[in-house]
C-alpha cells in the first residue's frame, strides 16, 4: 500500500556495539563499585538469557545496582556512549523477557534485596524489586499477613521480576495475578528521570499509569521500589489431592466445582508424565505413579465453611469416577502436595536436557477439548509431553521436553509450539497468561491482535522510551504494521522498527 502511515517511521537504528565503547565500562565501575561491574567473559555466561535458553546474547557488561540512584546513572551513561540496556531480576522468566540483547548492558536488580517498610495497619509493604517473593510472606508472616501473588518459582523470582512479567502461580484463580496487589511504584525512565507512578491507596486520579507499567516486561522503564497490598493470612486451609485415571476427567471435575459456586484459592492438574518425573526426583511426595493425573484442590477462607466446601468438592470429583479424595492431614502433609506442583518443572530435567514450557490461556469449558488437541500435535511431531497447569482459570502449561543439540527436533519443538498457541487462540484464549511476551511469543501476537489493535502499545511505548533504548525487541512485533490515514481502506504499511 502506498498512502502514507499514521505517523512517520522512526529514522533506522545504528549497529549495535559488540564490545563496550571506550570508557564506558570504566564509567560504570566507578557508579556501583568494582565488584558490582561484572565484564569478564566467564562472569557474563549465565547472564546470556533468563529461563528460557534458546537465542542467547552475551551482553557487553552486567551492573547489579544497590540504590534507585545508581540505577539512574547506569541509564545515563548507557544513553550518552549510545548502549541499550535490558532491566533483569533473578532471571527465573520463561519467555525471553531478560534476555541480553545484541550490545547492551543488563541492569540486574537482585541486590536491591530490602524490604524498606511494613505498614501492618493499612496491610501494605514497601520494598525493592530485588526481594524475593516467597522472602516477603516470610518476613511477615509474624503479622498475620501475607503476599498473595505466587508464582511456581517463587522461592527465586525476585517482586521487581514479577511486576515486569505480571506474574501468576497457582493461587491466582482467587487472588488474582501480581497487578491485583501492587499500589505504587518508583521508576527509572528510559532517559533517566526517577518518578512515581500511583500512591499507597491504590487509588490515583488519571489514567492507570501503574497497571500499565505492570506486564510491560521492561520495556517502559525500571522498576527501584515497589509498594504492595498484603492479605490476612486464612483463618483455615485445606488442601485436597484427587487422583484420576485421565486428565480430561480431572479437567470436568474442575469445571464442576467452579459451577458448584465454591471458589477455591487453587486447582492445579499434573499429568502423568509428570507425576513419574516427580517422584523419581528430590521433589518426590507421595503420588501414585499408576494415576493418569492428580488434582490438587486448595481452599481457604473461615473455619465453618471448610466442611461445607470439601463435600462440595468431593461430590464433583466423584462425579468424574476419580479413584480416591485426600485431605491434608497437617501442614507437612500439605507442603507435600505443593511440593510435588511446585517442583515439577525443576523434576522435568530427568526427561531431557531442554523444556519449553508454553503458557496459553484458554476458557475452562475447553480445557479436556485443548488438550486432547495439544497430545495430537505433540505426537504428530513426534515429541516427549508433560502437562502440569493451573486449571482453575484455565492457563495451560504444556511442557516440550527435548534436546536443544538436535537442529531437527528442535526444529519440530518451535512448529509445535505455533501449532499449540493457535490452537489455543482459535479456542478463544490468548498465548499467555503469566509468563508475558518476551521474545519467545512477540511474534504471534498476531493470534490475539489485529494491527490496529497494537498501535495504542507503540505509541505506549514510545511514550516512556521514544527511541527504544530500553529492552528493545520485546514484547511487541518489530515489524510495525501501521494503519492508512483513510480507515476505511484498511490497509496497511509494514515498518521495521
Known sequence: MSAAPTHNAPPAEAPRPTVAPPGLIERLRRIVGDENCLAREGELFAYECDGLTLDPHRPLAVLLPETTEEVARIVLACREAGVHFVPRGAGTGLSGGAHATPGSVLIECSRMNRILEVDEANRTAVVQPGVVNAELSTAIKHLGLFYAPDPSSQQACTIGGNVAENSGGPHTLKYGTTTNH??????????????????????????????????????????????????????????????????????????RVIRSGVVPAAMEIVDKRTIEAVEASVYAAGL??????????????????????????????????????????????R???????????????????????????????????????????????????????????????????????DPDELERVIAAGEEILTACTEAGG????????????????????????????????????????????????????????????????????
Open 288 to 333: 501414585p505413579t499408576n494415576a493418569g493425573a492428580v488434582l490438587i484442590v486448595e481452599l481457604d477462607g473461615s473455619k465453618v465453611c471448610m466442611e461445607g466446601e470439601i463435600a462440595a468438592i468431593r461430590e464433583a470429583c466423584e462425579a468424574e469416577g476419580c479413584q480416591t479424595i485426600q485431605v491434608a492431614q497437617n501442614e507437612e502433609e
Open 182 to 255: 501492587i499500589l505504587s511504584l518508583e521508576v527509572v525512565l528510559p532517559d533517566g528521570t526517577i518518578t512515581r507512578l500511583g500512591n499507597r491507596t491504590g487509588e490515583s486520579p488519571g489514567p492507570d499509569l501503574v497497571g500499565a507499567f505492570v506486564g510491560s516486561e521492561g520495556t517502559l522503564g525500571i522498576v527501584t521500589e515497589i509498594t504492595v497490598n498484603l492479605e490476612p493470612i486464612p483463618e483455615a486451609i485445606e488442601t485436597l489431592l484427587a487422583i484420576f485415571d485421565d486428565v480430561v476427567a480431572a479437567c470436568r471435575a474442575v469445571g
Open 430 to 497: 490468548v498465548i499467555t497468561g503469566e509468563h508475558g511476551v518476551g521474545v519467545e511469543k512477540r511474534d504471534y501476537m498476531h493470534l490475539v491482535f489485529e494491527p490496529h489493535d497494537l498501535e495504542p502499545m507503540y505509541r505506549l511505548r514510545e511514550t516512556f522510551n521514544p527511541d527504544g533504548v530500553c529492552n528493545p525487541g520485546k514484547q511487541i512485533p518489530t515489524t510495525r504494521f501501521c494503519v492508512e490515514s483513510n480507515p476505511k481502506a484498511r490497509g496497511y504499511d509494514e515498518v521495521p522498527i
Open 335 to 405: 507442603l507435600k502436595f505443593w511440593r510435588a506442583r511446585k517442583g515439577a518443572f525443576g523434576a522435568m530435567g530427568r526427561l531431557a536436557p531442554d523444556l519449553y514450557v508454553h503458557d496459553a490461556v484458554v476458557p475452562r469449558v475447553k480445557l479436556p477439548e485443548i488438550l486432547a488437541k495439544v497430545g495430537e500435535i505433540c505426537d504428530r511431531h513426534r515429541l516427549k509431553l508433560a502437562n502440569v497447569f493451573h486449571a482453575g482459570d484455565g492457563n495451560l502449561h504444556p511442557n516440550i521436553c527435548f534436546d536443544r543439540r
